[in-house]
Nanobody, 125 residues
Framework: QVQLVESGGGSVQSGGSLRLSCAASGFTSRRYYMGWFRQAPGKVREGVAALETDGTTAYADSVEGRFTISQDNAKNTLYLQMNSLNPEETAMYYC???????????????????WGQGTQVTVSS
Protein backbone atom coordinates (compact mmCIF):
# COMPACT_ATOMS: atom_id res chain seq x y z
CA GLN A 1 0.00 0.00 0.00
CA VAL A 2 1.00 3.58 -0.54
CA GLN A 3 2.69 5.30 2.37
CA LEU A 4 3.64 8.95 2.55
CA VAL A 5 5.78 10.41 5.30
CA GLU A 6 6.38 14.14 5.55
CA SER A 7 9.32 15.79 7.21
CA GLY A 8 11.04 19.14 7.30
CA GLY A 9 8.43 21.11 9.18
CA GLY A 10 9.27 23.31 12.10
CA SER A 11 9.35 26.88 13.26
CA VAL A 12 10.64 29.72 11.14
CA GLN A 13 10.55 33.49 11.37
CA SER A 14 8.39 35.55 9.06
CA GLY A 15 10.13 35.91 5.73
CA GLY A 16 12.10 32.75 6.23
CA SER A 17 12.20 29.54 4.24
CA LEU A 18 11.62 25.84 4.76
CA ARG A 19 11.83 22.80 2.56
CA LEU A 20 9.37 20.00 3.19
CA SER A 21 10.01 16.45 2.11
CA CYS A 22 7.64 13.58 1.47
CA ALA A 23 9.05 10.08 1.31
CA ALA A 24 6.81 7.80 -0.72
CA SER A 25 6.64 4.03 -0.82
CA GLY A 26 4.31 1.35 -2.06
CA PHE A 27 3.68 2.90 -5.47
CA THR A 28 2.61 0.44 -8.13
CA SER A 29 3.13 0.72 -11.87
CA ARG A 30 0.33 3.28 -11.95
CA ARG A 31 1.22 6.85 -12.72
CA TYR A 32 0.78 8.90 -9.57
CA TYR A 33 0.33 12.61 -9.38
CA MET A 34 1.22 14.27 -6.09
CA GLY A 35 0.47 17.40 -4.18
CA TRP A 36 0.92 19.44 -1.05
CA PHE A 37 -1.96 20.68 1.05
CA ARG A 38 -2.20 22.64 4.25
CA GLN A 39 -4.73 23.15 6.98
CA ALA A 40 -4.56 25.98 9.47
CA PRO A 41 -6.47 25.88 12.77
CA GLY A 42 -10.17 26.46 12.18
CA LYS A 43 -9.80 26.48 8.43
CA VAL A 44 -10.52 24.06 5.62
CA ARG A 45 -7.71 22.08 4.08
CA GLU A 46 -6.51 23.75 0.91
CA GLY A 47 -4.33 22.83 -2.00
CA VAL A 48 -0.91 24.45 -2.12
CA ALA A 49 0.94 22.85 -5.00
CA ALA A 50 0.61 19.86 -7.29
CA LEU A 51 2.87 17.93 -9.61
CA GLU A 52 1.32 16.08 -12.51
CA THR A 53 2.64 12.88 -14.00
CA ASP A 54 3.96 14.79 -16.99
CA GLY A 55 5.89 17.22 -14.79
CA THR A 56 3.38 20.04 -15.00
CA THR A 57 2.99 22.01 -11.80
CA ALA A 58 0.11 23.93 -10.30
CA TYR A 59 0.12 26.40 -7.42
CA ALA A 60 -2.40 28.18 -5.31
CA ASP A 61 -2.49 31.88 -6.19
CA SER A 62 -1.34 32.77 -2.70
CA VAL A 63 1.95 30.88 -3.04
CA GLU A 64 2.72 31.41 -6.71
CA GLY A 65 6.26 32.64 -7.12
CA ARG A 66 7.27 31.75 -3.58
CA PHE A 67 6.78 27.99 -3.39
CA THR A 68 8.25 25.33 -5.63
CA ILE A 69 7.14 21.72 -5.84
CA SER A 70 9.59 19.16 -7.16
CA GLN A 71 10.44 15.50 -6.95
CA ASP A 72 13.39 13.17 -6.96
CA ASN A 73 12.12 9.97 -8.51
CA ALA A 74 15.33 8.11 -7.72
CA LYS A 75 14.70 8.77 -4.04
CA ASN A 76 10.91 8.50 -4.26
CA THR A 77 10.70 11.86 -2.58
CA LEU A 78 8.52 14.90 -3.16
CA TYR A 79 9.62 18.35 -2.02
CA LEU A 80 8.05 21.69 -1.33
CA GLN A 81 10.41 24.63 -1.14
CA MET A 82 8.70 27.46 0.69
CA ASN A 83 10.19 30.95 0.62
CA SER A 84 9.14 34.27 2.10
CA LEU A 85 6.83 32.61 4.57
CA ASN A 86 4.33 34.67 6.52
CA PRO A 87 2.43 33.90 9.74
CA GLU A 88 -0.81 33.26 7.84
CA GLU A 89 0.84 30.20 6.37
CA THR A 90 1.19 28.52 9.73
CA ALA A 91 -0.52 25.18 9.23
CA MET A 92 -0.21 21.44 9.13
CA TYR A 93 1.19 20.57 5.73
CA TYR A 94 0.22 17.29 4.09
CA CYS A 95 1.67 15.34 1.23
CA UNK A 96 -0.84 13.53 -0.96
CA UNK A 97 -0.88 11.22 -3.96
CA UNK A 98 -3.40 9.74 -6.32
CA UNK A 99 -4.05 8.21 -9.69
CA UNK A 100 -6.87 7.88 -12.18
CA UNK A 101 -8.65 11.11 -11.27
CA UNK A 102 -6.83 13.42 -13.60
CA UNK A 103 -10.07 15.02 -14.74
CA UNK A 104 -10.35 16.74 -11.37
CA UNK A 105 -8.62 20.02 -10.62
CA UNK A 106 -4.98 19.63 -9.66
CA UNK A 107 -5.53 21.09 -6.20
CA UNK A 108 -8.80 19.33 -5.45
CA UNK A 109 -8.67 17.24 -2.29
CA UNK A 110 -10.97 14.67 -3.88
CA UNK A 111 -8.25 13.86 -6.38
CA UNK A 112 -6.00 12.39 -3.71
CA UNK A 113 -6.84 9.14 -1.89
CA UNK A 114 -3.44 8.77 -0.24
CA TRP A 115 -2.24 11.11 2.47
CA GLY A 116 0.68 11.48 4.82
CA GLN A 117 0.37 12.24 8.51
CA GLY A 118 1.33 15.86 8.08
CA THR A 119 4.18 18.03 9.28
CA GLN A 120 3.66 21.20 11.27
CA VAL A 121 4.91 24.52 9.94
CA THR A 122 4.85 27.47 12.28
CA VAL A 123 5.75 30.94 11.03
CA SER A 124 6.32 33.51 13.74
CA SER A 125 6.02 37.25 13.31
Amino acid sequence: QVQLVESGGGSVQSGGSLRLSCAASGFTSRRYYMGWFRQAPGKVREGVAALETDGTTAYADSVEGRFTISQDNAKNTLYLQMNSLNPEETAMYYCAAGYGLGYLRSLSLARYPYWGQGTQVTVSS
